[in-house]
């Protein structure tokens, strides 16, 4: 069992946190997971989103040492996660999708990955199917040179002797951060609600000159969109927007000029490949949102923000990109050696 309780006045290594919406059917195989680490120095902090389903409220009675927050609405992922941060007493915070099942030795591996790389605050798990533990769910986020995020491997064979190295940024569904680099670099941008706003934390952290690192021994299964769909209307749409958002505000000046041309060319594929899909709806709605009004004001805003505190150049930025900008096709692997 995690060390501490909601009266416990130690601090943990290490606090987890889940944002659960309509999680019933995968949260307490989630939580059973955690309960079986090798690593036990840690508080779970669970986030409800106002779910209808009670499996929040029923983990809490099965194990009254989890932080249980109901902030009475659905606050998104992003705004759900930083509202734990808050209240979070841990070193190192551990963010894992209800729909994540770690391994025993997922929390060991993490932090023995952050004693042996004592310079690196930001790690990203290994995630495989869910339905079959011999395919990928992914090694990290990465990001095409035209700024499109994937997740490396998604769907892959695993491979055998899979290496330890930098990938672009951490996928939210599992992933190590620092907690005072998540607070410094101002947690997600909860103006995302979901999707993107963890590759948005990653490029943020990476124009501030930091690393984030792939430790494949620490591993999860993760089912993915168990609650809201990987191509129902929702999805499409915040995932069109915030993909926009993120190439926005974070693309460094002169990358921004080179690749504004292939964001483009690379966004109309998508939408001809959606609209033969039957979905171009939802898509081409979140490009619309993206470009308008006050949101689209305000992340302009943010991106002078971003780029003024950036100590990251473009040359930098793209070492660590997939130069081919349609590499999310084949969700190939973009593992570097740590410099």
């Known amino acids: 069992m995690p060390s501490g309780t909601a009266d416990d006045k130690s601090t943990p290594t290490v606090s987890v946190i889940i944002v659960s919406y309509e999680s019933g059917p995968t949260l307490e195989r989630c939580l059973a997971?955690?309960?079986?680490?090798?690593?036990?120095?840690?508080?779970?902090?669970?986030?409800?989103?106002?779910?209808?389903?009670?499996?929040?409220?029923?983990?809490v009675a099965a194990d009254p040492a989890i932080r249980f927050l109901q902030p009475g609405a659905n606050l998104g992922f992003a705004a759900g996660n930083n509202l734990a941060v808050t209240q979070a007493k841990g070193r190192w915070l551990a963010l894992l999708n209800?729909?994540?099942?770690?391994?025993?030795g997922w929390l060991a591996a993490l932090l023995d990955g952050a004693a042996r790389h004592p310079g690196v605050e930001s790690f990203a798990s290994l995630q495989t199917s869910a339905v079959d533990p011999a395919v990928l769910d992914g090694a990290g986020d990465n990001m095409t040179s035209a700024g499109i995020p994937f997740r490396g491997g998604y769907g892959r064979r695993?491979?055998?002797?899979?290496?330890?190295?930098?990938?672009?940024?951490?996928?939210?569904?599992?992933?190590?951060?620092?907690?005072?680099?998540?607070?410094?670099?101002?947690?997600?941008?909860?103006?995302?609600?979901?999707?993107?706003?963890?590759?948005?934390?990653?490029?943020?952290?990476r124009l501030t000159g930091r690393t984030t690192l792939l430790l494949p021994d620490?591993?999860?299964?993760?089912?993915?969109?168990?609650?809201?769909?990987?191509?129902?209307?929702?999805?499409?749409?915040?995932?069109?927007?915030?993909?926009?958002?993120?190439?926005?505000?974070?693309?460094?000046?002169?990358?921004?000029?080179?690749t504004t041309p292939l964001h483009v060319a690379v966004t109309a594929a998508l939408l001809l490949l959606h609209l033969r899909r039957g979905d171009a709806g939802p898509a081409v709605r979140g490009i619309r949102a993206a470009l308008k009004g006050a949101d689209f004001t305000a992340v302009m805003a943010d991106r002078r923000a971003v780029q003024a505190r950036r100590k990251a150049g473009s040359g930098a930025i793209l070492r660590v990109m997939s130069i081919d900008p349609a590499a999310f096709i084949g969700r190939r692997f973009v593992i570097r050696k740590q410099r």
């Open 33 to 59: 997971g955690l309960a079986a680490q090798t690593f036990t120095d840690f508080e779970i902090l669970l986030v409800d989103n106002a779910s209808t389903d009670g499996a929040p409220q029923a983990a």
């Open 98 to 104: 209800p729909d994540a099942y770690p391994e025993p």
């Open 158 to 205: 695993l491979p055998p002797n899979l290496r330890e190295g930098e990938v672009f940024s951490s996928c939210g569904a599992a992933m190590l951060i620092d907690r005072a680099l998540f607070e410094d670099l101002g947690g997600f941008d909860e103006r995302f609600f979901c999707y993107c706003e963890d590759v948005d934390l990653g490029y943020r952290l």
């Open 218 to 258: 620490a591993r999860v299964a993760h089912v993915g969109s168990a609650s809201t769909g990987v191509r129902s209307d929702f999805a499409i749409f915040h995932g069109s927007r915030n993909r926009v958002w993120t190439f926005l505000k974070n693309t460094p000046p002169l990358l921004l000029w080179l």
